[in-house]
C-alpha cells in the first residue's frame, strides 16, 4: 500500500516513459482518448499508471488482465497489446462516435460497455485493476472486491479520498431530487479496507487518516493498493 506524495512522483519523472511514449503517440497521429489525455496533462496519474501497470509489460500473452472503469486509451492498448485486456467501462467520458471508433481500431482489447456490477464474467484472471474508479466516481468498494476477489490472482486499486472538507452537487439521472454529497475521507476509507486487511500488500491504514500536501489541484489524496485474491 503507498500513499502518493510529491517525492515519489519527482523520483518517477527521472524517467517520465509514459509522457515520452504518449508524444510518439501524437507525432503519429493516432486517436487521443479522454484517458490518454488525463495522462498528458497530469504527471500524477502518470506516476499512478506506472505503479499499478507496469510490471505487466513482463507478462506473457496468456496473462489474462481485466481493467475496471479502465477507459479508452491508445496508450494503454499499445503497452498492453501483448496480454489478455479486457475493460469493463460505462465511458461516460467519450462520445458514441469514439466508442465506435475504439472498438474498432483498439481491436487487441475487449470492451464490455457496461456498469461492472452487471458484468457477467467468463473465467478467472489474473489481475483486476480498478484506476480511479473507487471510491470517488463509485462507493460501492466492499461489493467490487467481494465479486472481483474469488475470480482473480489480484487485484491492483488506486483509490482516491480527501482529507479536507468538499462537497459535491449532484443531480439523481432517475428523478428531480439535488443531493449534496460528501465523497470518502481517508477514516471512511480505512474502515472499508480493514475487512480485508490480511490481503493487503504491506498495509498501513493509519497513514490514511492524515493529510499531507495533496499531489492534485483538487486537494485529493490517492493511494494504491494491491490486494490477493482467492486464486
Ligand atoms: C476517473 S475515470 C478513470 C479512467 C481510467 N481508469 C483512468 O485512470 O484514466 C473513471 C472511469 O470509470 C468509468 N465508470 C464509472 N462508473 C462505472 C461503473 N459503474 N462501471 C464501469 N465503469 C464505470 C467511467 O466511465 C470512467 O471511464
Known amino acids: 500500500m503507498e500513499i502518493v506524495n510529491k517525492k515519489n512522483i519527482e523520483r518517477y519523472l527521472d524517467n517520465d516513459w509514459i509522457l515520452a511514449e504518449l508524444k510518439n503517440i501524437n507525432a503519429k497521429g493516432s486517436k487521443v482518448y479522454t ?3 488525463w495522462l498528458m496533462e497530469d504527471k500524477a496519474k502518470r506516476f499512478i499508471y506506472h505503479r499499478v501497470y507496469r510490471d505487466f509489460s513482463k507478462v506473457s500473452k496468456d496473462f489474462k488482465l481485466l481493467d475496471i472503469g479502465g477507459g479508452l486509451s491508445t496508450f494503454s492498448h499499445s503497452f498492453l497489446s501483448h496480454l489478455a485486456y479486457e475493460i469493463v467501462d460505462t465511458c461516460n467520458h467519450e462520445t458514441n462516435q ?14 464490455s460497455r457496461s456498469d461492472w456490477n452487471e ?3 467468463s473465467g478467472t484472471y489474473d489481475c483486476v485493476v480498478a484506476n480511479d474508479i473507487f471510491p470517488n466516481v463509485d462507493q460501492r468498494v466492499e461489493e467490487f472486491l467481494a465479486k472481483f476477489l474469488p475470480v482473480t490472482k489480484e487485484i491492483r486499486m488506486s483509490l482516491t479520498y480527501y482529507n479536507i472538507p468538499r462537497t459535491y452537487k449532484v443531480k ?4 428531480d431530487e439535488i443531493f449534496y454529497i460528501r465523497p470518502w475521507d481517508g ?5 472499508a479496507l480493514n475487512a ?16 499531507p500536501e495533496s499531489v492534485f ?3 485529493r489524496q490517492v493511494c494504491i493498493v494491491q490486494m490477493k485474491g482467492d486464486l
Open 35 to 37: 484517458s490518454d489525455q
Open 196 to 211: 480485508f486487511i490480511d490481503r493487503i500488500k504491506n498495509p498501513c491504514l493509519d497513514r490514511l487518516l492524515l493529510n
Open 172 to 175: 439523481r439521472v432517475d428523478g
Open 217 to 219: 489541484a483538487n486537494g
Open 98 to 111: 469514439n466508442i465506435g471508433r475504439a472498438v474498432n481500431e483498439l481491436e487487441k482489447m475487449t470492451l
Open 187 to 191: 477514516l471512511r476509507l480505512s474502515h
Open 119 to 121: 458484468f457477467q464474467h
